[in-house]
């Protein structure tokens, strides 16, 4: 059975930073972009970092760009998302996401993803 499983989340302060990890078990995903996805109560789901296989290539969404790093470890099938300079509208459920195949047609597109944890809550407020 493969799981995700996240961890780091928390309440900090405007400003301040937060590291989320996620660890996958099941399968092996180093073939596999991964990505982090977050969700604000009462909207959609958002694309917020990815990373590709190799690590090469990073994406990130444009209300994160310059403050949030993608990063991952596949001698130990992790990944993670350092998030600095946090603002109040950074509040959601994070989610670390996979695709099925190693192909994948939009990173961006949440419902592309078919692999899911079960979320990490990050509150960001004074």
């Known amino acids: 059975q493969v799981q995700l499983l996240e961890s780091g989340g928390g309440l900090v302060q405007p400003g301040d930073s937060l590291r989320l990890s996620c660890e996958a078990s099941g399968r092996s995903f180093s073939e596999h972009v991964m990505s982090w996805i977050r969700q604000e109560s009462g909207k959609g789901r958002e694309f917020v970092a990815g990373?590709?296989?190799?690590?090469?290539?990073?994406y990130y969404g444009d209300s994160v760009k310059g403050r949030f790093t993608i990063s991952r470890d596949n001698s130990k099938n992790t990944w993670s998302l350092q998030m600095n300079s946090l603002k109040t509208e950074d509040t959601a459920v994070y989610y670390c996401a996979a695709p099925e195949s190693e192909a994948m047609s939009n990173i961006f597109e949440p419902k592309a993803y078919y692999y899911w944890g079960q979320g990490t809550q990050v509150t960001v407020s004074s």
């Open positions: 990373i590709s296989w190799n690590g090469v290539h990073t």
